[in-house]
């Protein structure tokens, strides 16, 4: 079993449609969890970026962590075209390794 | 704001050769880190470098290597290729810190042939 396990997709919706990307996880020492956005042919850019459990809202982006049940969501309001790429969580520990393991990415398809 | 630089883009080599890779971070940034993506396997870690010193590697064999400069630029170098080195190389500077997101360059697009 993988540390980040993450859904490849692909996840294709309506445009407008709201999106919800998901990723679990198994190491508890994890407390930075991160959200990537990947166009094709690019590097991944981050979307957003969260400590320990809880909402961050921004724009039409919300990230949720819930620990105790080892999973972390993106949610995308209002969802375009241009939000069509793959979106690949990410999560470090605290006081241990920095260094971030991702998940595989989700490959989201916004049809107009 | 210049962001992290990668060259070059796109590279063919053959099996048995040796390949070199360069990142140029974002100014100021010191931790440089690699990764290898495969649609297979993913983002995965190759190592980390601070201050010219390697600081944490993955899971990789001795054909990977790397180093940082004073500049902190960095290279990485793969010698003896096989095919299943085809793969995007990613870089990514940050400035260190518990969780610090990083900045990744657009990657070097190895085939090995």
């Known amino acids: 079993q993988k540390e980040v396990e993450q859904d490849p997709g692909p996840l294709s919706v309506p445009e407008g449609a709201i999106v919800s990307l998901n990723c679990t996880y198994s190491n508890s020492a994890f407390q930075y969890f991160m959200w990537y956005r990947q166009y094709s042919r690019k590097g991944p850019e981050l979307l957003m970026y969260?400590?320990?459990?809880g909402n961050k809202e921004d724009g039409r982006f919300t990230a949720q962590v819930d620990k105790s049940s080892k999973y972390i969501s993106l949610f995308i309001r209002d969802s375009q075209p241009s939000d069509s790429a793959t979106y690949l969580c990410a999560m470090s520990e605290t006081g241990g390794s920095y260094i971030p393991t991702f998940g595989r990415g989700t490959s989201l398809i916004v049809h107009p | 704001k210049a962001g992290v630089t990668q060259t070059p883009r796109y590279l063919i080599k053959t099996r048995g050769q040796q390949v070199t890779l360069s990142c140029s971070p974002i100014?100021?940034?010191?931790?440089v880190s690699w990764y290898q993506q495969t649609p297979g396997q993913g983002l995965q870690f190759l190592f980390e470098y601070f201050s010219e010193t390697q600081r944490n590697k993955g899971n990789f064999p001795g054909r990977f290597s790397g180093r940082q400069f004073s500049n902190s630029r960095s290279e990485m170098n793969v010698s003896t290729l096989e095919l299943g080195d085809s793969a995007l190389y990613l870089c990514?500077?940050?400035?260190?810190?518990?969780?610090?997101?990083?900045?990744f360059g657009s990657g070097t697009r190895l085939t090995v042939v």
């Open positions: 990514a500077s940050t400035n260190p810190g518990q969780g610090s997101g990083y900045t």
């Open positions: 100014s100021g940034h010191r931790s």
């Open positions: 969260t400590y320990s459990s």
